[in-house]
């Protein structure tokens, strides 16, 4: 059993940056894959971020890679998402999500947190 819980999130201007985190719940916390998403209204749910369970790997979107960089502490039991030059685009709601391989796909994913959202002004 597993919970997540992800902070963070805000209003922020173009350009700006903001850092999400999650923080699980339980034990074995490594032996998960961790993997960021974000749904805006109206919209399908897309991958952000994912990282492998002891953070050896790492994938991200392509309409973010070299902006966000997701990374973990594992004695800590948190994951985050660090984001950079923040585009209007860039606006949704965040979700962070655990399961066994740092895949894209939002249904490979074991666990859920509840969501925070991000709002970028032009």
């Known amino acids: 059993q597993v919970q997540l819980v992800e902070s963070g999130g805000g209003l922020v201007q173009a350009g700006g940056s903001l850092r999400l985190s999650c923080a699980a719940s339980?034990?074995?916390?490594?032996?998960?894959?961790m993997g960021w998403f974000r749904q805006a209204p109206g919209k399908a749910r897309e991958f952000v971020a994912a990282i492998s369970g002891r953070g050896g790997s790492t994938y991200y979107a392509d309409s973010v890679k070299g902006r966000f960089t997701i990374s973990r502490d594992n004695a800590q039991n948190t994951v985050y998402l660090q984001m950079n030059s923040l585009k209007p685009e860039d606006t949704a709601v965040y979700y962070c999500?655990?399961?066994?391989?740092?895949?894209?796909?939002?249904?490979?994913?074991?666990?859920w947190g509840q969501g925070t959202q991000v709002t970028v002004s032009s």
């Open positions: 339980g034990r074995a916390f490594s032996l998960y894959a």
């Open positions: 999500a655990g399961g066994s391989r740092p895949v894209v796909t939002s249904n490979e994913y074991y666990y």
